[in-house]
């Protein structure tokens, strides 16, 4: 029960930060609102690390290095997905990511409950019908699509990587997978220079998006320690639930039938999965 909640807890925190950062990143550069919330997330986690942490193992260094280059390239796409299209579009399609995790965890051997199978099936048709947009379109909707399918193979691939690197120390391989995506995008802010001037209030804001984000992969790598990588994957792929539901209240967005419909759906997946 403790992975499920652990696991929710990534959902909603991911689900905030990514209607936060989808808000940002159509306000300025991308690649600035990456910088900075990344730098915030980074010393939060180093932080954290340095405190309870312990010792750091080769493990947790080499899936934490794999885990950050791969979540660098996950989360520029997802954002420069979000700048040119639609929440309600870009969110169910990266949200595939929980394929991935899937997959590897049946090969390592997970067999879940028959009804803990069907909850998977059921949760995952809801999370696309929440998040689904009628009528989405326009002219940067091919693009938009095609980056929210890049950022779902390599935020999946993260996340294995994060589950591998929690079986030795969760807070060191989240820490140093963190430090490596800024890095990363750091290095391509001093190619690319975008300008990082914002007032504080925006820093601040961005700055709370690094730490959800970062703290929604350290709930997912110890959900995913706690129970199987697969139900993990599931559940913290409900994060596009919370954003329609943010954009329908802060932004008043219409949340459509079939939106309705895939929150119920959500809904009932989690109680099989429970019920398993």
Do not use: C
Request: glycine letters at 14%; charged letters at 5%; hydrophobic letters at 60%.
């Amino acid at each position: 029960m403790m992975a499920m909640v652990l696991a929710l807890g990534a959902a909603m925190a991911w689900g905030f930060a990514d209607f936060k950062g989808g808000i940002a990143s159509r306000q300025r550069a991308v690649l600035a609102v990456l910088v900075v919330s990344q730098a915030a997330g980074a010393v939060f986690m180093l932080a954290l690390a340095a405190g309870f942490a312990g010792n750091i193992s080769t493990t947790a260094v080499v899936a934490g290095i794999a885990g950050g280059v791969l979540g660098a390239g996950s989360i520029a796409a997802f954002y420069a997905a979000l700048a040119g299209g639609s929440m309600g579009v870009v969110a169910p399609i990266t949200a595939t990511n929980a394929v991935l995790p899937v997959i590897v965890g049946f090969a390592a051997g997970e067999r879940p409950h028959p009804l803990q199978l069907a909850g998977l099936g059921v949760t995952a048709i809801g999370v696309v019908l929440a998040a689904r947009e009628p009528g989405g379109g326009g002219h940067n909707h091919r693009r938009s699509v095609m980056l929210a399918l890049v950022a779902a193979v390599l935020l999946g691939a993260t996340l294995v990587m994060y589950h591998r690197g929690a079986e030795s120390s969760m807070l060191w391989t989240i820490t140093v997978g963190r430090l490596t995506s800024f890095a990363v995008l750091l290095g391509a802010a001093a190619v690319l220079r975008p300008s990082l001037r914002m007032g504080a209030r925006a820093a601040g804001g961005l700055a709370m998006v690094g730490i959800l984000d970062v703290g929604a992969n350290a709930l997912f790598a110890a959900s995913a320690t706690m129970g199987y990588l697969s139900v993990a994957g599931v559940l913290a792929s409900l994060y596009p639930v919370v954003t329609v539901a943010l954009a329908r209240t802060r932004l008043h967005e219409h949340v459509s039938a079939p939106q309705q419909a895939g929150v119920a759906l959500s809904l009932s997946g989690l109680a099989l999965i429970g019920a398993g």
